[in-house]
């Protein structure tokens, strides 16, 4: 089993800033990417940015380059996603994701961290 276990949500004016962490723990032999989507009330869940160890590399969402940073200490098997400049567009539920090798490579799922962004 693996545990993705998410903080650092909540309720920011636009412009603020906030920063998610995300912590993967259980039966893990190596982390492949970790990331984060979010899903909006009545809309899809959508990518927001992911980071890839093999081959480094990390991936935005165009609505969210230059204003979100996301970063990983692989010591702690956590990633962070630095939030700048936060527009009321980016309310959402936002979910932490993790591709864990375990005898093989499956994607797991956090329970979801609150961001809600006023004008």
């Known amino acids: 089993q693996v545990q993705l276990v998410e903080s650092g949500g909540g309720l920011v004016q636009a412009g603020g800033s906030l920063r998610l962490s995300c912590t993967a723990s259980?039966?893990?032999?190596?982390?492949?990417?970790m990331g984060w989507y979010r899903q909006a009330p009545g809309k899809q869940r959508d990518l927001v940015a992911t980071?890839?160890?093999?081959?480094?590399?990390?991936n935005y969402a165009d609505s969210v380059k230059d204003r979100f940073t996301i970063s990983r200490d692989n010591g702690k098997n956590t990633v962070y996603l630095q939030m700048n400049n936060l527009k009321p567009e980016d309310t959402a539920v936002y979910y932490c994701i993790a591709d864990i090798y375990w005898f093989g490579l499956s994607r797991y799922w956090g329970q979801g961290t609150q961001v809600t962004v006023s004008s």
């Open positions: 980071l890839t160890t093999t081959p480094l590399s990390t």
């Open positions: 259980g039966r893990i032999s190596s982390i492949n990417s």
